[in-house]
């Protein structure tokens, strides 16, 4: 039978059977120095972490996405970049579940993120070279580094985002972290879109790499600030931290038991198809439509658009009038219908666009053109806002598997893996230079398609998390190590 126990940090909170004997996360050193307490008390504090996530977020991967936003990364061929963009994705498909998810296990999130994010700025200095060399081998051998240090980013980043809140929270988590992450790349596109604005090129200046990589360079050293599980101040997440096994063995067995759960098995399709959609919306409707200012333009829109989107399916999935469950059916519901009608809005567009590039006009829209500028600008917005609901809703359901970052690690690996692989694949199929109307079909189907493939899931998600569930992943409770510091690699 369950029993209570009271926690270091004064909670009250039930133990599952067989894990009684479990010591407490080592306590938090005595007050004798009460202006340092405070310090370390805000810094292990769950919103801290979140917070300070986000804002690497904002720096690296965010500023990666102003780039990809203008088209290209703002060169003229965009060829290069969409192999590049094959390259970064196939080996975060390779490294990001059974590579990335049990380093994290293991060495924690700092140590896991300073592995992988140096390489943001290695792949925006490929850019610059290339505007001077046109190496485009280095561009795309930049971009597979790029993909394995990305593997261990958006893992520490799950990871955080998913556990190191209450349960009752998860969904506000998702919509702080979504709004500041998306300002990277809302803000780096306007900062090309000042520099570009009297740009006739097709490609963006020097000034434009030098500044987004200084801002990338910030970010890395913001990592070594990342806290580690065991020190942050929530019961809930301490309960899941001592169901874990940290010997090597122990970790791919979890590994295993996670990923091959029947409700995850149904997540992966729409894992699968977060980032199908990127190639065609970036290279056709972004890079193939608008002149360098406005792609620019467009790209900042695309991440406000994301900023909004997140902040809404952040509140819908944490709505206190309705149980868990029902959230998520509402949030469901919610991508469902606002997908049939932006992809829809997008078919009528393409119908447009291949007549106009039929007739010789490609990449000559600009954004003072309002009565041609106007829809096709307000339907990429609407494209941004989609990605977002729809990676706050995968990222919620994985928040609602475990409460153990170790585990999330495990889920959010799955998650980029299967994302990578969707997405090399789409970027392929745009480097083939496949029609531009068979990949709106692709990604439209796919998207439709995922939704009705995970409802079994969705309908099936608990209200509460217990830590019983969490033993539940590996079977039977075997013996734990004493404490978190002394768990066994």
Sequence with gaps: MARDRETPLGYRRTVAPGLENIAEPPREASSQSPPSSRLVRLYSHPWTQILLISLICFCLPGIYNALSGIGGSGQVDPTVAANANVALLSTTAATALFIAGPIFSWVGPRI???????????YTGSLLHFNHYANGQFVIAAGA?????????????GAIMTTYV???????????????????????????????????????????????????VFGYFLGFLICSPSRIRLAQLHNAVETEKRTIKGTFRMAFKTITKWRVALMIPLFYSANVFYSYQQNE?????????????????????QMLGGLIIGLILDMPWFRRSTRARIGWAVLLVTGLSIWGGGYAFQLWENKRIAAGHVQDIDYLQGDISAAPIILYIFYGGYDALWQGFAY?????????????????????????????????INALHTSALTQLAMDWGLCIGSLIVVLPTVWTVSDHTGVESEAGYEGKHEATPKSVEDLEL
């Design 166 to 216: 209450d349960e009752s929270q998860k969904g506000r988590a998702i919509a702080v972290f979504w709004i500041i992450f998306n300002l990277g790349g809302g803000i780096g596109s306007l900062v090309s879109f000042g520099l570009n604005y009297h740009s006739k090129s097709g490609t963006v200046s020097d000034t434009t790499y030098i500044a987004l990589l200084a801002i990338m």
């Design 396 to 428: 919620w359901l994985i928040g609602t598997e475990s409460n153990s970052s170790a585990r999330a690690a495990i889920l959010v690996g799955a998650y980029k893996t299967f994302q990578a692989t969707g997405g090399a694949m789409a970027w392929r």
């Design 145 to 157: 580094i790029l993909g394995i240090g990305a593997s261990f980013i958006w893992i520490v980043q």
């Design 112 to 122: 896991c993120f300073l592995i992988g994010g140096w390489t943001y700025t290695l």
């Design 285 to 305: 409707v972004n890079g193939r439509t608008f002149n360098i200012r406005t792609r620019s333009l467009n790209g900042a829109l695309y991440w406000i658009a």
